[in-house]
């Protein structure tokens, strides 16, 4: 096998095994560890790590460490976090999240560079288009790693199924469910009730396992990347120069348009994978079905997002941000109207799923958005995007234990119509600051994107 093709699939197959352990356990954080909010405020406080990690260390741990080191002892940071929930309390589930939040960020920016160096190294040996060998590259490796939250959540469902703490759910107890939640650490005797130690602990086994087989994957096959390559890409801009160049990028009118909508695609992922999953699925269905309801989220979302990439350029952004805002405005008014009945077993996958299609228009569009709008500025714009994404994860879940299910699908739904306002106005601005050709409307319309994960 061609060597760098194999360093390829080291990379990706290494974060396939991290992520499984890692979107399995976030989407059951508001479940497992619901006691006074355990769960969501370490989810709260691994965001808003994230968002100080990702303005200053990718450049420091990388230069120090080098590209294939920075993402093995990163991928230790998720591993302890992995740990911390075995005895989850607050003196050991917010250190491991705040370890997690510092690691995530050096780990995708090596993970982007070591790809990124490895494509450019191969073209030049074989003669062909960096750019081309890049993008194949990166296509392999989302391929592999979008998987992830599938099998992070099958593997979580069938291990809790084997829980003997199923059993019918009493209409008193369903009436604490929904919307209209009753803001109890455990809305009902039945569904919610916590699995066993023993089912807790093997999961958690499993899912450290993972973490770990991937550390030892990629320090034993992945090799280091050529040092005078990575040091040129290392060297490009100090990093209190990225973090000063994020800042004056808000002085752009089009970019502080954008914050209402880069910060709701962390507001409308956080209220389904804390709110949805806990006060409706758990509550009404049981845990074991968390990872079920998630998988159905993941698979639709992954599946459309490769298709939005390939039509975009036929039907053009704006008539998917205009799908994306009917489909998730449904959802969060059936959210609001709808009484959780666990004989409406269809509702509880078909609300996940449409919200997995407009989360792919979300992921996408928004990325190939900045992408164009700031394409002499990327570095500083994509800073941007991480900022405000985090910070809308960092808020809805800081107040999620706090508010009823229902003020905060109306705070979601609010921001969604303001982002709708404010995404409109970039549009014209946009429209009126260039001539709309038909060439450069199908550059646009066509623009490559990129499906950044979540963490």
Same mark, same amino acid.
């Given at each position: 096998?061609?060597r760098?093709?194999?360093?390829?699939?080291?990379?990706?197959?290494?974060?396939?095994?991290?992520?499984?352990?890692?979107?399995?356990?976030?989407?059951l954080?508001?479940?497992?560890?619901?006691e006074?909010?355990l769960?969501?405020?370490?989810?709260?406080?691994l965001?808003?790590?994230?968002?100080?990690?990702s303005?200053f260390?990718?450049?420091?741990?990388?230069?120090k460490l080098?590209?294939?080191?920075?993402?093995?002892?990163?991928?230790?940071?998720?591993?302890?976090?992995?740990?911390?929930?075995?005895?989850?309390?607050?003196?050991t589930?917010?250190?491991?999240?705040?370890?997690?939040?510092?690691?995530?960020?050096p780990?995708?920016?090596?993970?982007c560079?070591?790809?990124?160096?490895?494509?450019?190294?191969?073209?030049?040996k074989?003669?062909?288009?960096?750019?081309?060998?890049?993008?194949?590259?990166?296509?392999?490796?989302f391929?592999?790693?979008?998987?992830?939250?599938?099998w992070?959540?099958?593997i @979580? @469902?069938?291990?809790?199924?084997?829980?003997?703490?199923?059993?019918?759910i009493?209409?008193?107890?369903?009436?604490?469910c929904?919307?209209?939640?009753?803001?109890?650490d455990?809305t009902?005797? =039945?569904?919610?009730e916590?699995?066993?130690?023993?089912?807790?602990?093997?999961l958690?086994?499993?899912y450290?396992?993972?973490?770990v087989?991937?550390?030892?994957?990629v320090?034993i096959?992945?090799?280091?990347?050529k040092?005078?390559?990575?040091?040129?890409?290392k060297?490009?801009?100090?990093?209190?120069?990225?973090?000063?160049a994020?800042l004056?990028?808000?002085?752009?009118?089009?970019?502080?348009?954008?914050i209402?909508?880069?910060?709701?695609?962390?507001?409308?992922?956080a209220?389904?994978?804390?709110?949805f999953?806990?006060s409706?699925?758990?509550?009404?269905?049981g845990?074991?079905?968390?990872?079920?309801?998630?998988?159905?989220?993941?698979?639709?979302?992954?599946?459309?997002?490769?298709?939005?990439?390939?039509?975009s350029?036929?039907?053009?952004?704006?008539?998917?941000?205009?799908l994306?805002?009917?489909?998730?405005?449904?959802?969060l008014?059936?959210?609001?109207?709808?009484?959780?009945?666990?004989?409406?077993l269809?509702?509880f996958?078909?609300?996940?799923?449409?919200?997995?299609?407009?989360?792919?228009?979300?992921?996408?569009?928004?990325?190939?958005?900045?992408?164009?709008?700031?394409?002499?500025?990327?570095?500083?714009?994509?800073?941007n995007?991480r900022?405000?994404?985090?910070?809308?994860?960092?808020?809805?879940?800081?107040?999620? =234990?706090?508010?009823?299910?229902?003020?905060?699908?109306?705070?979601?739904?609010?921001?969604?119509v303001?982002?709708?306002?404010?995404?409109?106005?970039?549009?014209?601005?946009?429209?009126?600051?260039?001539?709309?050709?038909?060439?450069?409307?199908?550059?646009?319309?066509?623009?490559?994107?990129?499906?950044?994960?979540h963490?």
């Amino acid at each position: 096998m061609e060597r760098n093709l194999k360093n390829v699939l080291v990379i990706s197959f290494g974060f396939l095994l991290l992520f499984t352990a890692y979107s399995g356990l976030q989407s059951l954080q508001s479940s497992l560890n619901a006691e006074e909010g355990l769960g969501v405020a370490s989810l709260s406080v691994l965001y808003a790590a994230l968002t100080l990690s990702s303005m200053f260390l990718p450049p420091i741990i990388i230069k120090k460490l080098g590209c294939k080191w920075t993402i093995a002892v990163s991928m230790c940071c998720y591993v302890a976090y992995s740990l911390g929930n075995f005895y989850a309390s607050w003196y050991t589930l917010i250190p491991t999240s705040m370890i997690l939040g510092l690691g995530g960020a050096p780990l995708w920016s090596a993970k982007c560079t070591y790809l990124t160096i490895a494509g450019t190294l191969y073209a030049e040996k074989a003669g062909k288009s960096a750019k081309d060998i890049i993008n194949q590259y990166f296509g392999i490796f989302f391929l592999v790693f979008q998987t992830s939250g599938v099998w992070g959540n099958l593997i @979580s @469902s069938l291990i809790l199924s084997q829980s003997s703490n199923q059993g019918q759910i009493s209409e008193e107890d369903l009436e604490c469910c929904g919307a209209y939640d009753c803001l109890t650490d455990t809305t009902n005797s =039945t569904g919610s009730e916590r699995p066993s130690n023993s089912l807790i602990y093997t999961l958690l086994g499993v899912y450290t396992a993972s973490g770990v087989i991937a550390v030892l994957l990629v320090t034993i096959f992945l090799d280091q990347i050529k040092s005078d390559q990575a040091e040129t890409e290392k060297e490009k801009t100090p990093f209190w120069s990225t973090f000063l160049a994020t800042l004056r990028h808000l002085k752009d009118k089009r970019q502080c348009l954008l914050i209402p909508l880069t910060m709701y695609s962390g507001f409308e992922q956080a209220f389904l994978s804390g709110d949805f999953s806990k006060s409706f699925v758990t509550c009404a269905l049981g845990i074991q079905y968390v990872g079920y309801m998630m998988i159905c989220f993941a698979g639709i979302n992954s599946l459309c997002s490769l298709l939005f990439g390939k039509i975009s350029q036929f039907t053009g952004r704006k008539l998917l941000f205009a799908l994306a805002a009917v489909l998730n405005t449904s959802c969060l008014i059936t959210v609001l109207l709808w009484k959780p009945d666990p004989k409406q077993l269809a509702v509880f996958f078909v609300i996940p799923g449409l919200w997995g299609v407009s989360d792919a228009v979300w992921q996408t569009q928004i990325n190939a958005l900045y992408g164009i709008l700031f394409e002499k500025n990327k570095e500083a714009a994509f800073s941007n995007y991480r900022l405000w994404q985090s910070l809308g994860f960092v808020i809805a879940f800081a107040y999620s =234990t706090k508010l009823q299910v229902y003020i905060k699908a109306s705070i979601v739904l609010s921001v969604l119509v303001l982002s709708m306002l404010t995404y409109g106005a970039v549009e014209y601005l946009k429209a009126k600051s260039s001539p709309g050709t038909p060439a450069a409307t199908k550059k646009e319309n066509g623009a490559p994107h990129s499906q950044e994960t979540h963490m």
